[in-house]
Nanobody
Framework: QVQVVESGGGLVQPGGSLRLSCAASGSIFSIYAMYWYRQAPGKQRELVAGIRPGGSTNYADPVKGRFTISRDNAKDTVYLQMNSLKLEDTADYYC?????????????WGQGTQVTVSS
């Protein structure tokens, strides 16, 4: 059993910053890629950023230059530093992790954390 728990969401004004955290725990042999997704009201869930075990990253175009994904492999934790937040960044943010266990790779979702950008 693997648990994925996000934290750090909240209400912030446009131009502000937030840092999201996501910790994985449980029956984990190793973690491969880690991702942040978001889902705004009435829209489909979309990929925001991803990071591989070696540290290579990718970002969705709308967040490039404003968001930074990082990870602490010792803590099985991934972070999302969000700067220069815009109204359109308002969404529920979800963490997704690739976990290797017993020779197979599984993907697990967290429960989400809400980010609201509003003046």
């Amino acid at each position: 059993q693997v648990q994925v728990v996000e934290s750090g969401g909240g209400l912030v004004q446009p131009g502000g910053s937030l840092r999201l955290s996501c910790a994985a725990s449980g029956s984990i042999f190793s973690i491969y890629a880690m991702y942040w997704y978001r889902q705004a009201p009435g829209k489909q869930r979309e990929l925001v950023a991803g990071i591989r075990p070696g540290g290579s990253t990718n970002y969705a175009d709308p967040v490039k230059g404003r968001f930074t994904i990082s990870r602490d492999n010792a803590k099985d934790t991934v972070y999302l530093q969000m700067n220069s937040l815009k109204l359109e960044d308002t969404a529920d943010y979800y963490c997704n992790v690739e976990v290797a266990n017993r020779g197979l790779v599984y993907r697990y979702w967290g429960q989400g954390t809400q980010v609201t950008v509003s003046s």
